[in-house]
């Protein structure tokens, strides 16, 4: 009998700071309308100097784990664009930090904003063959920030935040249960967007989007050859697309609609996007760019926000990571979703950020930066505010203390 | 394949994306900008009428085109270089 495998649990860590756009924009001398209109993000999630993609990808899991999850996970891939060594995984510290049982695969990938799903999509199908142990389940985490960009035209789009989920096999998935073998992969070699040093993320934002859509035209078209002819709007009750910015989903919904629908007015297409993909931006508009988190981001603001969603409703879901690799899968939402959606507490998380100034986000983007690769490194913890007093001591968050002839120190707070 | 038929094409995306614009008013000697598209339009016009054209056209290319017909241009050049390459003219 075939397995049915799923997202058990979902949990996503938005950091601990915020930047309003509006502030930003004044800054920059840059239209808030492109920023709140044409880009849809209105806040950007920034990092304390004490945080890196280890401490926010276990800040994500923690709380979400029970003991019998900890003694039930056997394998654990993080996947990330930032990572902190080029040798030792993040994987490493997650498993130690989440107190997981010391039979666990784990390993760390990179592709771009790819690497959660082609996280999720592996674990998925070791649930599924037949040799996961029975009970077995899978963490995959994605955590990523961006480096510094103060003043480059894609300032707008930046952000950090990881993203946990929680893979097992069950008679009924209680967030989310993927279709297997409902996937179309389209894959092209080209340099977008990249990372040639730990301290450099640059590239062509503009080839970036060509290649973006060019992939979301031939994941889907794969889709098709290997599901069969579908009616689009029928056949998806709900859409999520990567979005290195919400906007983007806009333009990706649209470019399939023209393609396999008569629905093409721009009054009309807004409106079926409206309906079907627009609650999935909930929290991205707060957030920002969360690479490889995006759709994982999405599908939680989706769940939580979309009023009429129905357990059963089928969801197309389309990734794509520089580089290139991109693939268009479907999913079921899952009998429990909202109440999943709703433990995770994301909104009480973004509320509870700290907002911060333009000066201050330079600052911390800047101390980062200098920190990044170095070889001794002690955060800043009164960087302003007491910040670290106030949302760090006594919560149990990880934190990055020293780095210090390279080894880094994490301790809880 | 015509220039007049590879300018429809483009402007048919080209109405798609920007509010109160109609084929009749469009001018190929200007620039899509003029009529208020913005990079992220742009890219959705240039992008859905090569999907639509089966051709692809390196972004480099793109770059230096300065109008419409410009991109007409590039786009049916493009084509009939696949046109020609292609076994039995099948496109």
Redesign the interface.
């Known amino acids: 009998m075939t397995r049915r495998v799923g997202i058990e649990k979902l949990r996503v860590y938005p950091t601990t700071l915020s930047l309003d756009m509006d502030a930003l924009c004044a800054a920059r001398d840059h239209d808030p309308a492109?920023v709140h209109d044409?880009l849809m993000v209105d806040r950007r999630a920034v990092n304390p100097p004490w945080e890196d993609a280890v401490t926010m990808a276990v800040n994500a899991a923690a709380p979400m784990l029970t003991d019998e999850d900890r003694a039930a996970i056997q394998l654990v891939i993080v996947g990330s664009e930032t990572s902190v060594d080029q040798e030792k995984p993040i994987s490493s510290w997650v498993h130690r930090y989440l107190g997981i049982q010391p039979h666990c695969r784990n390993f760390e990938i990179k592709h771009a904003c790819y690497s959660g799903t082609a996280g999720v999509q592996m674990a998925t199908s070791w649930l599924a063959s037949g040799q996961a142990p029975r009970g077995a389940k899978a963490l995959v985490i994605n955590s990523d920030q961006s480096l510094i960009a103060l003043g480059e035209p894609y300032e707008f789009v930046c952000g950090a935040g990881a993203a946990a989920v929680l893979l097992s096999s069950s008679p009924e998935p209680d967030f989310l249960e993927l279709e297997l073998g409902k996937s179309g992969v389209y894959a092209n070699e080209v340099t977008d967007v990249f990372r040639p040093t730990p301290r450099v993320e640059t590239g062509?934002s503009?080839?970036s989007?060509?290649s973006y859509?060019?992939a979301l035209?031939g994941a889907y078209a794969r889709y098709v050859d290997v599901v069969g002819e579908v009616d689009f709007d029928a056949f998806f009750q709900r859409n999520v697309y990567h979005v290195p910015f919400g906007?983007m989903s806009f333009?990706a919904h649209?470019?399939l609609l023209?393609?396999y629908t008569a629905i093409?007015?721009?009054a009309d297409?807004r409106a079926h996007w409206a309906r079907k993909v627009r609650p999935s931006l909930h929290y991205t508009r707060q957030i920002g760019g969360t690479y490889g988190s995006s759709t994982f981001l999405a599908l939680l603001g989706l769940v939580e926000t979309a009023e009429d969603l129905v357990s059963g409703e089928r969801v197309g879901i389309f990734a794509y990571g520089s580089g290139s690799c991109a693939e268009f899968y479907s999913a079921r939402i899952g009998a429990k979703a909202k109440a999943v959606a709703e433990a995770a507490g994301l909104q009480t998380l973004c509320d509870a950020r700290r907002p911060i100034s333009v000066a201050e986000y330079e600052a911390i983007e800047r101390e980062r930066d200098e920190a990044t690769a170095a070889r001794d490194v002690v955060p800043r913890r009164g960087c302003a505010a007491h910040w670290y007093e106030e949302l760090y001591a006594g919560k149990r968050r990880l934190v990055l203390q020293r780095v210090d002839g390279y080894y880094r120190h994490y301790e809880w707070s | 394949m015509t220039h007049e038929q590879v300018t429809s094409v483009i402007i048919k995306h080209l109405v798609r994306s920007i509010d109160e614009l109609t084929p009749e008013t469009v001018d190929v000697k200007k620039s899509m900008k003029d009529y208020g598209a913005n990079s992220l339009d742009i890219v959705e016009v240039v992008s859905a009428s090569m999907r639509e054209l089966k051709v692809k056209v390196p972004r480099a290319e793109l770059a230096t085109i300065t109008n419409i017909d410009g991109l007409a241009t590039v786009l049916l050049r493009v084509w009939n270089e696949k046109q020609a390459a292609a076994p039995n003219g099948a496109g």
Do not use: C, H, I
């Open positions: 492109d044409n062509n503009e080839t989007l060509y859509l060019e035209a906007g333009r649209k470019a023209q393609e093409t007015s721009r297409v």
